[in-house]
């Protein structure tokens, strides 16, 4: 059975617990991340741009969108004391800027004696289309290391760091 993670569950993980974040992201939010990261293409800034691109509003920065798994997992799941030991994610569709999306990150699995997790990473929105499924935005997996955590149940560790 999965569970929604929140402090109110303890400092116990098991495999299945997620958590998630809802946020919309606004021009002002975009500018400023611009600014911050010196990624200033026009399809981020401006709706006349973006337009000519192909699309109907401003993109937001997808590493802006990803940033919310940072959020879930150094202040929810797995939480404070966490380390963020590694990311990967696709970039799906994109996110504009005044679109409601939802991160969420789950865990997978866990290594107990290193008290390492290993998450599955997912942001989506709503469809446009009447009763369609969300749409995928982000897609990914991350690796979490917390040692103030009780890992319960059981989880096969089959993740093997890929060799640089």
Not at 40 to 46: M, R
Not at 75 to 83: I, R, W
């Given at each position: 059975m999965q569970r929604t993670w929140s402090r109110l569950s303890g400092r116990v993980v098991r495999v299945g617990d997620f958590h998630s974040v809802t946020r919309v992201f606004t021009q002002?939010?975009?500018n400023t991340f611009a600014t911050l990261i010196g990624d200033?293409?026009?399809?981020?800034?401006?709706v006349a741009a973006a337009k000519k691109a192909g699309f109907p509003n401003t993109i937001c920065h997808g590493v802006l969108v990803g940033s919310l798994f940072s959020n879930i997992m150094g202040?929810?799941?797995?939480?404070?004391?966490?380390?963020y030991l590694q990311q990967n994610f696709q970039f799906v569709a994109p996110v504009f800027v005044g679109e409601e999306v939802t991160a969420t990150v789950?865990?997978?699995?866990?290594h107990r004696e290193k008290k390492m997790l290993?998450?599955?990473?997912?942001?989506?929105?709503?469809?446009?289309?009447?009763?369609?499924?969300?749409?995928?935005?982000?897609?990914?997996?991350?690796?979490?290391?917390?040692?103030?955590?009780q890992l319960e149940g059981e989880s096969p560790w089959t993740f093997v760091r890929p060799k640089m």
């Open positions: 002002a939010d975009v200033c293409n026009p399809i981020h800034l401006d202040m929810h799941l797995p939480g404070e004391q966490s380390v789950r865990v997978r699995e866990f290993w998450l599955d990473t997912i942001v989506s929105k709503k469809n446009t289309k009447e009763g369609g499924p969300d749409v995928t935005c982000i897609q990914g997996t991350a690796l979490g290391l917390n040692k103030t955590l």
